[in-house]
């Protein structure tokens, strides 16, 4: 028999769906011991998740079918035991956390009833229960633990919420700890903190934790061994030292090589006069301050990079400057001429220099036009760009230069991946012909390969055709590879800024210090020096 | 689970990847405009028959009265009450004899052409001007949005009846004011629907991607925003058609709507009420033409919601499989 904790043998699941049988996990195998923490790396649609949703008994049967294997918990096999034996282990001794804790945690239920709830389900007294969840929520860090159980989930902020959730799959001691891209939603410095927590509480209660991610840094921070998953089957295991040094399979190779953050750094040149000039912009929604007098100047052809966790402001600048939201105060002149005060009529005319990214290109594309008419609306508004009769040469002439091909203009957005209408929405908004380019987290939702090309393109067209552009993201590696220049944010206003180099190597403000400690890097070695540059740092 | 994993896109980007993707591809590729949805309607047996069922009534509604006008309004009083099924007295006679004697089938078939105009009508009516006055109260300023709704909250604190009724005692009961009546009663169904799904879809980053490239009002609400709300309002007018219908059977039944000798479905199943007891038939046949009807333009409007949905439209093109 086996003496792992957890082991998962020649497991296959597949999916019936319209157009055929989908193999979600084909023949996958694994093992988690006690007090071990696994990884399973791997890009979307890889079948990270699958095996963690057989464990838990999560997968809707149909449409999907375990089709072989089993899954070995102390030795007894989960796939034969009655649905309520398997109830009784979920929860109890298997645990989980999910990536979005707002959507699992019931909004209409004070948080100290939802923790002491999972203790109460499985038979423990209401008092209890209660004490056991004071307990945990002091143990995650929440702080003013009493007063903050009748609160409610909208009132914590995200890595708070994720910490309730940890709580919650604590309440009863479990086992194994399934995380299921637990940090994915939050931002670097609490991403630090979370998984810290996660390695802390594994050291006091000895479970094995299970850790499903695309992030090669998440593996090198936190894991003992990792699996490489790619199209459903297990491609490498090793640890992650062994996995970044010596990986054999290819797309392991492929993964490392995409991993931003290793390239030279571009030098800022002294070029002409600035195109945008930023002064004193502020922005407050009631009584609150989003933006607190930010100003900056962009010049032709420059790739500014605005860096800052979620609620910086970062997003503001760029709605405030596109006029999606009017500003409270400031300038903002565009070649002379101050956008903040012109009518709709001129910005309209404006607007084709100034063109924006958005981050999630599912939803910044229509999904009732085809690509064609996606592209060809710029010159339906601007309709003095080009002559209708031209419209199909310049559609076929713009797919092929973001890497589609000519015969993708008759297809609709869903027919895509992300990565491919993401390069749509680039062509839209290269299809006025601008100046500069706003990209809002325009990489953030992409899986790392794909997020390299898409970067890659960024950088074509930006030599190819000068566009200037203005590059807001929360993740540092990738503006470490591709910005001339940076902005650091925090709270609404600007703490640093400077050329790449400059902020990269000698970090003044302790803020853009923190974040620099907070990145992950994929390299373990590299990790560990961070890590200890981050405890330092909370030393002081 | 299975959503992640039937939309994946394996680790290249480059590929062309959804199985619908492959699907679709080729057909869009193919036959123009309505080649192409015939084909869709082929695909869906339902939505097939309900369309030829509509085309019959439809030619009914124009053709009938040519014909017709004569044979519906004839009495013939031997064949009072005349039970249906029995072909002595005629073909015309095969779903029975009305009070007076007069044959259904062919007073069904006059009633439809009114009873179309006013159902037609009045959803028409309200379905434009209440989604029109809702894209406005949508997307316009706080101000306007606001009076536009307390005015549509003024028209609901009336009993939609008891409204026209009023009306209609005021106003010369005819096609045309029945018309003007139920639509505006009607009207605030679209507006409220409008309104809010206005209020959510321009929230959508497609919609901010079409401002920054500097896209005019008109154009975010025709383009943009209406094409995402209309299933939703065509959906109610399938529905609301039914309802127009009996409303207007009921107001004739007062005597304030159609005046006889002209006939709608509705009034003759109000009228054959009374007789319910010893021939059914009265009522029934026209009934069941409205529920035809109704129920035609409801699978139909299904079909639609499919067929105009990009992403929803492979599963017609792939011949009517049905998607678990």
Redesign the interface.
């Known amino acids: 028999m086996t003496d792992h904790l957890l082991e998962v043998r020649d497991l296959s699941v597949q ?6 049988i ?1 193999r ?1 996990v084909n023949g996958i195998s694994w093992h988690l011991d006690r007090g071990e923490t696994l990884a399973i790396l791997g ?5 990270k ?2 095996s963690a ?1 057989a464990i838990m008994n ?3 049967m ?3 079918e375990i089709t072989s294997g089993e899954i070995l918990f102390e030795g007894r096999d989960l796939l034969k035991a009655s649905d309520e034996e398997r109830r009784r282990l979920n929860g109890k001794r298997i645990s989980m956390i999910f990536q979005d804790p707002l959507g699992h945690l019931n909004p209409v239920y004070p948080v100290g009833w939802q923790i002491a709830e999972t203790a109460m389900a499985h038979g423990r007294g209401k008092a209890e229960a209660y004490d056991r969840a004071l307990a945990l929520m002091e143990r995650v860090g929440i702080p003013d633990a009493r007063a903050s159980m009748g609160k409610y989930p909208h009132q914590f902020s995200g890595g708070q919420r994720q910490r309730l959730m940890i709580a919650m799959a604590l309440a009863l001691k479990p086992d194994i700890l399934i995380a299921d891209e637990p940090t994915t939603a939050l931002d670097v410095t609490v991403q630090a903190e979370v998984l810290s927590l996660l390695e802390e509480l594994q050291e006091e209660t000895g479970m094995g934790l299970l850790l499903i991610t695309h992030d090669l840094g998440v593996v090198a921070e936190a894991a003992d061994r990792a699996v490489v998953m ?2 459903g089957l297990v491609v490498e295991t090793g640890t992650p030292r062994e996995l970044y040094h010596n990986a054999t399979h290819p ?1 392991t190779r ?1 993964l490392l090589a995409a991993a931003p953050g290793k390239g030279a750094m571009r030098e800022p040149e002294d070029g002409p006069e600035a195109i945008l000039e930023v002064r004193d912009l502020k922005k407050d929604y009631g009584g609150f301050e989003a933006l607190k007098g930010v100003s900056f100047d962009m010049h032709a052809g420059e790739t500014l990079a605005v860096v800052g966790e979620s609620g910086s402001g970062k997003s503001t600048i760029a709605r405030l400057v ?1 006029r ?1 939201e009017e500003a409270s105060s400031g300038t903002a002149r565009w070649k002379g001429e101050d956008l903040l005060t012109k009518s709709p009529r001129q ?6 220099q ?3 990214v ?1 981050q ?1 290109p599912t ?8 690509v064609f008419q996606i592209i060809s ?2 010159w ?3 309709p003095d760009i080009l002559p209708k009769a031209r419209w199909p040469e310049r559609v076929a002439e713009l797919l092929d230069q973001v ?1 589609l091909s000519p ?1 993708h203009a ?3 957005p ?7 209408r993401q390069r749509i ?1 680039i062509a ?1 908004a290269l299809a ?1 012909e601008p100046d500069l380019i706003i990209c809002d987290e325009a990489v953030s939702a992409l ?1 790392v ?2 997020q390299a ?1 898409v970067i890659d393109l960024l950088g074509k067209l930006r030599d190819e055709l000068g566009i200037a552009f203005l590059f807001i993201a929360h993740d540092l590696p990738v503006v470490r590879d591709f910005a001339d220049r940076v902005l650091v944010m925090q709270r609404g206003e600007i703490v640093e800024q400077g050329s790449v180099r400059q902020i990269f190597e000698q970090p003044c403000a302790p803020y853009t210090q923190r974040l620099l400690a907070a990145g992950l890097d994929s390299d373990p070695d590299v990790q560990a020096d961070r890590r200890a540059a981050r405890l330092a740092l909370a030393g002081n | ?2 959503n ?8 290249t ?2 590929q ?10 080729p057909v ?2 193919g036959p123009s405009g309505l080649r192409r949805i015939l084909r869709m309607l082929v695909a869906d047996k339902l939505a097939l028959l309900s369309a030829l069922f509509l085309v019959i009534v439809i030619l009914c509604a124009i053709l009938g009265p040519l014909f017709l006008a004569e044979m519906a309004s004839d009495t013939n009083l031997r064949a009072r009450n005349a039970p249906p099924f029995e072909l002595e007295r005629g073909f015309a006679y095969i779903l029975g004899g009305d009070a007076l004697g007069r044959p259904l089938l062919a007073r069904i078939v006059m009633a439809a052409r009114n009873t179309m105009l006013i159902a037609a009508g009045a959803v028409a009516g309200s379905m434009l001007i209440g989604s029109t006055l809702g894209l406005i109260a949508g997307y316009a300023g706080r101000w306007t949005g606001e009076v536009i709704m307390r005015l549509a909250d003024v028209i609901m604190s009336f009993p939609s009846l008891l409204l026209a009724v009023i009306v209609l005692y005021m106003l010369a009961p005819s096609i045309g004011n029945l018309v003007l009546v139920l639509a505006i009663t009607r009207i605030p169904i679209y507006l409220r629907t409008t309104r809010a799904e206005v209020l959510e879809v321009r929230k ?3 919609v ?9 009002r008109r ?1 975010i609400i025709f ?2 925003i209406l ?2 709300i209309l299933p939703t309002l065509l959906t109610i007018a399938t529905l609301d058609f039914a309802f127009v219908m009996l409303a207007e059977s009921a107001l004739s039944f007062l005597g304030i709507g159609i005046q006889a000798p002209e006939i709608t479905w509705g009034l003759m199943v109000s009228q054959g009420r009374a007789y319910l007891t010893n021939a059914w038939w009265l009522a029934f046949w026209p009934g069941l033409a409205i529920i035809l009807t109704t129920m035609s333009l409801n699978l139909l409007s299904s079909w639609m919601r499919v067929a ?4 929803q439209r492979w ?1 017609l093109e ?1 011949g009517g ?4």
């Open positions: 999916f019936h769906t319209a157009q055929g989908v979600a890009e979307s649609g890889s079948g998740s699958v949703s999560l997968i809707d149909p449409p999907g790619e199209g797309y492929k596109l999606l910005m309209g005319k404006l607007r084709r100034l063109q924006m958005f999630d939803q910044s594309l229509n999904p009732h036009m085809s609306e710029a339906v508004i601007h890497g015969e008759k297809r609709y869903h027919q895509f991946s992300g990565g491919q929405a839209r006025l899986d390969s794909i090309q | 689970m299975s992640s994993t039937t939309h994946s896109t394996g680790p980007d480059q062309a990847v959804t199985p619908e993707a492959a699907v679709a591809a869009t590729g959508r980053m497609f901010q991607a079409a401002t920054v490239m500097g896209a005019s154009r383009r943009h094409p995402v105009l949905n990009p992403t599963r792939i499989k049905k998607n678990d």
